[in-house]
């Protein structure tokens, strides 16, 4: 029997927040930095499963906070988002664009795991973050990058 396609598949829905943060209190005098996330060999921003019934931007605040430690998370550009196309088992991710303008990242372990879900972060460059995402990733970064860029 072939393989199940993603489209085949049933859709499930993750939520995320592309955290960023600028050297400067002005943002069009600083390079943006993006915080990115690996788990194995795989890097990615912060990002998760929605619990049943839980809200989009709700489930992207919440799995940014707990797969990070941070909490001042600022929608400076509104609810504004954009979503990946289907991947992996039918997967499609939501991410928000937010500054998280201070606090120090931690990797807490993960009650369901008894480890961190995480094995590094890096706050980045766009430069350095495109080296490190796939395709699909990039086109969120390019987003991120284009909503920088007109302003909140």
Not at 45 to 61: I, Q
Not at 78 to 106: C, F, N, Q
């Amino acid at each position: 029997m072939p393989a199940q396609r993603s489209s085949d598949r049933p859709v499930t829905r993750a939520a995320g927040i592309v955290p960023v943060r600028f050297d400067s209190a002005d943002p069009e005098q600083a390079e943006p930095r993006f915080l990115l996330l690996r788990a194995y060999n795989y890097w990615d921003f912060p990002k998760g499963e929605l619990a049943p019934g839980e809200a989009l931007l709700d489930a992207a605040m919440r799995e940014a906070a707990e797969e990070t430690g941070l909490g001042d998370f600022r929608l400076r550009w509104g609810e504004d988002h954009i979503e990946t196309e289907r991947y992996g088992r039918g997967k499609i991710a939501r991410y928000y664009l937010a500054e998280a303008p201070s606090g120090d990242v931690e990797l807490p372990v993960s009650p369901e795991l008894g480890r961190p879900e995480h094995h590094e972060f890096r706050w980045v460059t766009a430069e350095a973050a495109r080296s490190l995402l796939n395709e699909r990733l990039r086109r969120v970064l390019d987003w991120a990058l284009e909503r920088i860029a007109t302003g909140p």
